[in-house]
């Protein structure tokens, strides 16, 4: 072995360790450091939303560290004794939840027809629901808008639900069907000469498989309904609006509702935050079987 060699093989043994060190436990400190910088304006606003306005106003949410007997918990009192930020609560509740789930079954049963059943112009339909990705929301708000009001439902809960759910569906199905589509045919097969109909296969072998996946979307869509503003700010009740609407109507007066507006906005933040730890599992379960597909 020549001198020249000698050296690049020194050179890749220090690469070599390098490497294997980063891949332990210096790369699981800048991973934890990253994380807690993700977080940090999560806790901001929730030491944020237990410290008295006056102090709010004159000193940032790291002085509760030198000064724990700031923190209260009197503006969450005044958060439950706001009828209007309670009731927003709810109607986004009331929005997000049938939104979600409409997105999710009607996509599964729209991919899984477009995956596994033969009907004419099958392929054509496809396009037109891809076709249906690139359209902007902000086309669609004064036609909508016109139709809506012309059949009695603008500014109600059920226009805001059926909106999100038609501009939900492409995404939903697009995803789904490329998912059930990667199915083994010999798994339907055995299911079929074993008598199953195409709704007993569907839930019982063609759902369960798709978890993941259906996981995923509902963890998106109900993130996209839950945090939006501009659909509610258009086509919700004015007189019931959703959580962001209501927050977004009291910083008109900033100066005087900080002890509303800070405990409401960690709460708005905080359940989708949950939602997304409660099904994190299935939501990567889902992300890695469609990179490994």
Same mark, same amino acid.
């Given at each position: 072995?020549?001198?020249?060699?000698?050296?690049?093989?020194?050179?890749?043994?220090?690469?070599?360790?390098?490497?294997?060190?980063?891949?332990?436990?210096?790369?699981?400190?800048?991973?934890?450091?990253?994380?807690?910088?993700?977080?940090?304006?999560?806790?901001?606003?929730?030491?944020?939303?237990?410290?008295?306005?006056?102090?709010?106003? *004159?000193?940032?949410?790291?002085?509760?560290?030198?000064?724990?007997?700031?923190?209260?918990?009197?503006?969450?009192?005044?958060?439950?004794?706001?009828?209007?930020?309670?009731?927003?609560?709810?109607?986004?509740?009331?929005? %997000?939840?049938?939104?979600?789930?409409?997105?999710?079954?009607?996509?599964?049963?729209?991919?899984?027809? !477009?995956?596994?059943?033969?009907?004419?112009?099958?392929?054509?339909?496809?396009?037109?629901?891809?076709?249906?990705? *690139?359209?902007?929301?902000?086309?669609?708000?004064?036609?909508?808008?016109?139709?809506?009001?012309?059949?009695?439902?603008?500014?109600? %809960?059920?226009?805001?639900?059926?909106?999100?759910?038609?501009?939900?569906?492409?995404?939903?199905? !697009?995803?789904?069907?490329?998912?059930?589509?990667?199915?083994?045919?010999?798994?339907?097969?055995?299911?079929?000469?074993?008598?199953?109909?195409?709704?007993?296969?569907?839930?019982?072998?063609?759902?369960?498989?798709?978890?993941?996946?259906?996981?995923?979307?509902?963890?998106? @869509?109900?993130?996209?309904?839950?945090?939006?503003?501009?659909?509610?700010?258009?086509?919700?009740?004015?007189?019931?609006?959703?959580?962001?609407?209501?927050?977004?109507?009291?910083?008109?007066? !900033?100066?005087?509702?900080?002890?509303?507006?800070?405990?409401?906005?960690?709460?708005?933040?905080?359940?989708?935050?949950?939602?997304?730890?409660? !099904?994190?599992? @299935?939501?990567?379960?889902?992300?890695?079987?469609?990179?490994?597909?």
């Amino acid at each position: 072995m020549t001198s020249a060699d000698t050296v690049v093989k020194a050179k890749q043994s220090l690469a070599a360790r390098i490497a294997a060190r980063a891949g332990g436990g210096v790369m699981r400190v800048f991973l934890i450091l990253i994380g807690l910088f993700w977080l940090m304006p999560t806790v901001g606003l929730l030491l944020s939303s237990l410290r008295d306005p006056s102090e709010v106003a *004159v000193s940032g949410w790291w002085k509760v560290f030198t000064d724990p007997g700031q923190l209260s918990f009197s503006a969450y009192d005044d958060l439950l004794s706001n009828q209007q930020i309670t009731d927003s609560l709810w109607t986004t509740l009331a929005i %997000t939840v049938p939104a979600t789930v409409l997105v999710v079954v009607l996509g599964a049963l729209a991919g899984y027809a !477009f995956a596994w059943m033969d009907f004419p112009g099958r392929d054509w339909w496809f396009l037109v629901v891809v076709g249906l990705l *690139v359209v902007p929301v902000q086309v669609a708000l004064i036609p909508v808008a016109k139709l809506f009001g012309e059949i009695g439902i603008f500014q109600t %809960t059920t226009g805001v639900v059926l909106f999100h759910t038609a501009f939900g569906l492409p995404f939903a199905i !697009f995803l789904l069907r490329n998912f059930f589509a990667e199915i083994p045919r010999e798994l339907l097969e055995a299911a079929r000469l074993d008598g199953a109909g195409e709704l007993r296969l569907f839930v019982r072998v063609v759902m369960p498989l798709g978890g993941p996946a259906i996981a995923s979307l509902g963890i998106f @869509q109900f993130l996209w309904v839950w945090n939006d503003m501009l659909i509610a700010l258009i086509f919700a009740d004015s007189g019931n609006p959703p959580i962001t609407v209501a927050l977004q109507q009291q910083v008109r007066q !900033f100066g005087n509702n900080i002890d509303i507006l800070g405990p409401g906005a960690f709460i708005s933040m905080v359940i989708p935050l949950a939602v997304f730890f409660a !099904f994190q599992r @299935q939501f990567v379960a889902g992300v890695m079987a469609g990179a490994v597909k």
